[in-house]
């Protein structure tokens, strides 16, 4: 379906889901971290991200910021120092900004006993007057009970993310991840009867020792079960940055090719089954918000991935978590210890950020637009005669269309979408090593 240039896929390129990226992140401290709010305009919307770095067990792939909630105590502790940030950044705030969404993830918030969420809702929604915020939360399927159905129908939660990644039990326990089929079918059960609107799996390919065959069985497993989206990710296998990936067996990676013509095979299934494409890895039925953000040209990208929350400004909470403001991005202590020192104590746990510059807004939406819509107008930005010449290769590949000022991504391109994002990246030339490949 797409033509295969080897060299294109194996540069390792950011996700994009912000620009600058994290690799770009200098030092920071708090007061960085103030100016950010005070950056502000009176009034201007924000949207909410609450990370819980806990999960009942721990996958051998995952690169998110998680320890297992096994102690108690190291919850509580968590918990009372994500209710202090709540209070100090309602100060910093204000309370003349509406909230158009909060977003719950991890970790899996459902690692949570229900009582602590629902209090932990209860707070946020009271702090920050945000009764009308539209809730969405990242679940683990093997961690739901009837008490989180329960929770989830009450609290008004409409848009829910499953990691589901497979269904083939070798490759789950390959991957450490063992769910059986009816834990699956079963969490979906409870998420629908209590009312959830938008449902997302997360599936994976090119894991270790995956054929064409098993994707394509989970692919069909999926459409049978109809969530609203899929995402559909390359397993980036990076034990050297990634610890815990060093439990998996890498002997029988799927090489670049198996990997790109999973890719496809993916793509041509799901579109198959009506889902619309987003990008070339992510679908969405077609009635679904994000479909129609995608067909309207309002869908942005955001430290969550493709988004329909038209919010320019996301404020993050807890351990790790990032904050997009109009003229910096924050991150919060990764160490879940420090986070509890300084969150508790009623400061701000910006550890991590960048400025950015207006080159820097300048290149990022042309990268979003690229990634989101599949054209960019170039015209804000310089593009050296170099850059010329490589647009103009792939031109003549048939990957892209040029025009006097513009770009757009032609249908043979879309899988190289990220490494044409790439080349408008004014940073990547020092830090390719840190990312996965294209496919």
Known sequence: MWPYYPELIGKPVPRYTSYPTAAEF??????????????LSPNAPISLYVHIPFCEKICWYCGCNTGAANRAHRLTSYLDALHAEIETAVD???????????????????????????????????????????????????SMCDGWEALIGRAGITHASLGVQTFDPDLQARIGRVQPVESIKQAVAHLRRAGIQSLNFDLMYGLPGQSCDALVSSIEQTITLSPDRIALFGYAHLPNVIKRQCQIDDSDMPDG????????????????????????????????????????????????????????TLIGLGASAISNFPDRIVQNAKNS???????????????????????????????????CGGQANLSEIDVPTAMVTRLEQLSKLGLIELGASDIAIASEGLPYSRAIAALFDGYRASSEERFSSAV
Not at 93 to 103: E, N, P, R
């Open 257 to 312: 090719a198996t990997r790109f013509e999973m890719a496809a095979i993916g793509f041509e299934r799901l579109t198959g089954a009506g889902y619309v494409p987003i990008g070339f890895d992510h679908f969405a039925r077609p009635g679904d918000s994000l479909a129609q953000a995608c067909e309207s040209g309002q869908m942005r990208r955001n430290f969550q991935g493709f988004t329909d929350d038209p919010c320019e």
């Open 337 to 371: 210890g420090q986070y509890r020192i300084m969150a508790s104590a009623g400061m701000l746990s910006g550890e991590r950020g960048v400025l950015r510059t207006a080159e820097d807004n300048a290149r990022g939406r042309v990268i979003e637009s690229l990634l």
């Open 26 to 39: 200098g030092s920071v401290d708090s007061y960085f971290h103030e100016a950010g709010f005070d950056s």
């Open 92 to 142: 910093r705030l204000g309370k003349q900004h509406s909230v158009t969404q909060i977003a719950f993830g991890g970790g899996s918030p459902n690692a949570l006993d229900p009582i602590d969420f629902v209090r932990l809702l209860d707070h946020l929604l009271i702090a920050f007057t945000a009764f009308d915020a539209r809730l969405s939360i990242e679940l683990d399927p093997r």
